[in-house]
């Protein structure tokens, strides 16, 4: 578009005619200058013609000669602007020899900083449609700009989509009036058009400008100084921008986590620094409920139960609500190859899969499939460093202000993991200060397992908030933390008291103790604790009896848990010889260097613990390898 010529002429002497963009107001013409105008009314004395949609004006008889119609073009300039505000126009004395050159609206624009100071006047926005949901009444637009998400409502007609050729990720300019809604700003929508060319691209570079560093992590000093923990900041950094992006973009979040303490130590405090987030960036005050979604996984890796459950729920509400496919988040889970049939099944449809782990990974099995991985083991640490304690610095790089809150949390994870890391004596000081000592943490982890057990697949939000501590102020914390872990122990203790008399004990030839247990036939089903808990907790005791190294396997028929103390199994090895050695066995599971889980074919229980049993006989003895956390079950 250009304004360089005057008196409506160009510098080859030939007139030049602008056409209005629709959106033009009074305020874009100038005197003296030609515009094409279409007539939309005849009448006795003159035509009525249409500049824009908000222009329009009459061209007097005096000045007419000729026959006109509706429709009809015609060229004009403008005479006067009436006392009253109507505008008068005359034709110009022009051929049809003519440059027609397009004038756009310059738009004053609003942004979503912008809105609340703004409610009940017209204000223009430009941003890109990141959901479109039809509801019984109007269609509802969410935008982003560079400050945030508004929802937009045009309203058609009932239940009828307004504006049918915009999509999500087109980039539009929208007229309307903020105003506010069950406690949100929404913007009543005018008018509404998508940008394209020079306006489309001169709007993405400065909403993709903005958004690249909003989606900035915070810089946030640690919890503890820990030089082990240093060299996976730069990953968690990483996966921060990237959540804070997909906030921005307003694409939903769905978390799946490890079903145990350190998986809920994990998950929570993301979740919770994630919705605080929303709330910042969305107009919509129900838009944390909408995009964050936090789910647990009882299996050490990502089922195809699961993977298709939350595959078919995020198309479901694409379908309903318009929603964008989400991002995956895999918490204390998800490095295993076990992973990857489930992680291709999300392939299919370009979900994004972020995996924060630290049991033993096969990174050459799920790189292809993961945007980001962040596991201790990929910096030459292990499983020591725990998910959880990873995570809470995940939740203070997303929002600074929450990471008081969580000071005790990385010490419940390395309790409900029984990490040996160097930096545990400092997590529980910090934990102390904030009014947590160690049998209070021991508490606390033993309540969430409790917890996790009788929730199955449900997340249990406000509960397990409560339990944690992270409630709003009015929590029965410290009731609920004392009843859960006091009704835990005692059912422990029960399941213990009806199983010990049936553990099989043996001396191995590298001088470890191995006990055995039928869990499936000696011990109670269906109830609390559950196989991998009843191993470790039986585990636990011979660990403190014999004071020697010790390996605990708990049994089913088609499955075994497997703990060891003193001993280097490197399971996730183990069952990958297993699953070449004994042929029609389907051996599979995965976990850490001496914590894991197998699953086999029942016919071939039998082999797979005599050969299992062989392997652990001929493992190195090394006394700094202790057990940590909760077998799956």
Known sequence: MTRESAGGAGEDGISVVYDLDADCTADDIEEER????????????????????????LVHESVLDGTYRVGDELVVSLEAVRDNGDLAFVPAESSDDYDLEPIGHEYSLTGTDRLEASVGEQIHLEGEVVQIKQTG????????????????????????????ATEVGDVVRITGVPERREGSIQLEVDGLSTLE?????????????????????????????????????????????????????????????????????????????????????????????????????KAPYYEMEDATRDLNYALEDRERHGHQLPLLLMLDNGSTAEDVPAYET???????????????????????????????????????????????????????????????????AGLADRSKADAMARYVELASEAGYDE??????????????????????????????????????HDELVDFFSERAREDVEEQLEAAEPHVEHERLANDAHL?????????????????????GELHDRKIEATGDPVITVGYGPDFAVLRSDGVRLDIPNMVSELAEEVEGAGVSG??????????????KREAVIDALVEKMAAAEIDDELSAAGAIDD
């Open 515 to 535: 006990y055995r247990l039928d869990v499936e036939n000696h011990a109670h089903r269906f109830t609390y604790p559950a196989p991998g808990k009843t191993t």
């Open 137 to 164: 009444g109007p269609t509802i637009f969410h935008v982003t700009d560079e400050y945030g998400v508004v929802p937009c409502a045009a309203f058609e007609e009932a239940g009828v989509r307004a504006y049918p």
């Open 439 to 476: 049998d209070r943490l021991g508490d606390v982890s033993e309540a969430l397992d409790y917890a996790a057990h009788w929730l199955r697949y449900n997340s249990g939000d406000r509960l397990i908030r409560d339990l944690l501590g992270l409630g709003d102020g009015e929590d029965p």
């Open 34 to 57: 030609f515009y094409l105008a279409e007539i939309n009314g005849v009448v006795d004395y003159g035509v009525f013609v249409d500049l824009s949609d908000s222009i329009s004006g």
């Open 346 to 412: 999300l392939a299919h449809y370009d979900i994004p899969i972020v995996a924060i782990d630290h049991h033993h990974p096969d990174p050459d099995a799920v790189e292809d499939s993961l945007a980001a991985h962040v596991n201790p083991y990929l910096h030459g640490e292990d499983y020591r460093i725990t998910t959880g304690m990873c995570c809470v610095e995940l939740a203070r790089m997303i929002d600074p202000a929450f990471g008081e809150q969580l000071r005790h949390v990385p010490a419940v």
């Open 590 to 603: 995965g976990g850490h260097l001496v914590v894991g889980s197998i699953k086999f074919v029942k016919g």
């Open 197 to 297: 060319g020079d306006d489309e691209a001169e709007a993405r570079e400065r909403i993709e400008h903005s958004l690249e560093e909003r989606a900035e992590p915070h810089t946030v000093e640690p919890l503890i100084d820990w030089p082990a923990f240093e060299a996976l900041r730069p990953d968690l950094e990483a996966v921060a921008k990237k959540l804070r992006r997909t906030v921005l973009e307003g694409r939903p979040i769905r978390i799946r986590h490890h079903a145990d303490g350190d998986g809920m130590c994990a998950a929570v405090p993301v979740q919770m620094a994630l919705e605080r987030f929303i709330e910042e960036v969305h107009e919509a005050d129900d838009a944390s409920r909408h995009l964050i979604k936090r789910l647990p996984a």
